[in-house]
């Protein structure tokens, strides 16, 4: 979170979580400081208040009762920005340069529609994909709890099957790709049209970032050819290094709209985002202890 959002929350003088699972992810490898007397945490089973727990008390019920009973709220903070107030406007694109997961992930916040339901799998994927920009219909699929690598690409799959008028939009690394690339194959049998971001960065990011080491590196695969290794002539993957492949691979994925397309994004294998960073700096701390 941005460090204004940290204090107001840690600040509050009542914090109300509704289903967020206190988690070490979630939680920042409990950094976050929220007491446990100025909490009141809603699960889907239960409520516990400062201290006190009340059993069957279901999570549906909990917030339509409160929200039956709160006064409504007159304004907005001012304190608090809107989503469409943080979003960083068009920058030029300069065609030559380098990818970086920065300029990819600003890009990409520009040209989600309504329509798309975004899959953020474990990793620096979910740690960016958190800052895009969804519209009023736009659905958000995460795993953050679990983290379960490799989820998103069969679960685009079920969110094609059950939505055929929703596009899925897969932000994947690597890594996460390999474990799951067969789901690929039953996407292109069954001529489903998402958009599948696989972040090249050759390997393990999220593991480097805590300890670095060669068992943080992967066989670097040729993920763009595998779209035609499974494929019928349905769908098509390419390889963009610069900001100007990207524009091309972005404009194509925006026109052949019923295509799978596979865009394999090269970064840097020590390029991430600073919330990744941050997170690998504390757990590499937190191991450091433990040792």
């Known amino acids: ?4 959002v940290r204090e107001m929350v840690e600040g509050a003088d009542c914090v109300l979580n509704l289903g967020a ?3 070490d992810i979630n939680l920042g490898v409990y950094t976050a400081n929220i007491a446990t007397d100025r909490l009141i945490h809603a699960t889907p089973e239960h409520v516990s208040i400062k201290h006190h727990r009340f059993d069957q008390v279901f999570l549906g ?26 979003r960083k406007p068009p920058v030029a694109i300069q065609p030559d340069a380098a990818l970086t997961v920065e300029r990819f992930y600003d890009r990409a916040n520009h040209i989600l529609e309504a329509n798309n339901v975004i ?6 994927s979910f740690m960016c994909a958190g800052d895009l920009l969804t519209h009023d219909q736009t659905a958000f699929i ?33 890594g996460a790709f390999q474990m799951v690339v067969q789901e690929l194959s039953t996407l292109l049998r069954h001529h489903l049209n998402p958009v599948i971001f696989v972040v090249n960065n050759r390997g393990y990011t999220v593991e480097r970032v805590i300890h670095d080491g060669p068992y943080n590196d992967i066989q670097n695969w040729r993920y ?6 499974f494929g019928n002539g349905f769908g098509w993957g390419v390889e963009v290094r610069t900001e100007g492949e990207l524009e091309q691979a972005l404009e194509r994925a925006g026109r052949e709209i019923n295509q799978l397309a596979l865009i394999e994004v090269h970064v840097d294998p020590m390029d991430c985002s600073p919330a990744l960073r941050r997170l690998g700096e504390e757990l590499a701390r937190t191991n450091s202890l433990a040792d």
């Open 61 to 86: 019920d909990f917030i339509r009762s409160l929200s039956d009973r709160l006064p409504e709220a007159q304004g907005r903070d001012p304190r608090i920005r809107a989503a469409s107030e943080t």
């Open 119 to 124: 899959l953020a799998d474990a990793g620096d």
């Open 224 to 229: 763009h050819e595998l779209v035609e290794t």
């Open 142 to 174: 995460s795993q953050a709890f679990y983290c379960s690598i490799g989820f998103t690409l069969p679960g685009a799959l079920g969110v094609a099957l059950a939505a055929p008028d929703r596009r899925p939009v897969v932000f994947i690394g690597d």
């Open 21 to 23: 699972f206190m988690s």
């Open 1 to 4: 979170s941005e460090e204004y």
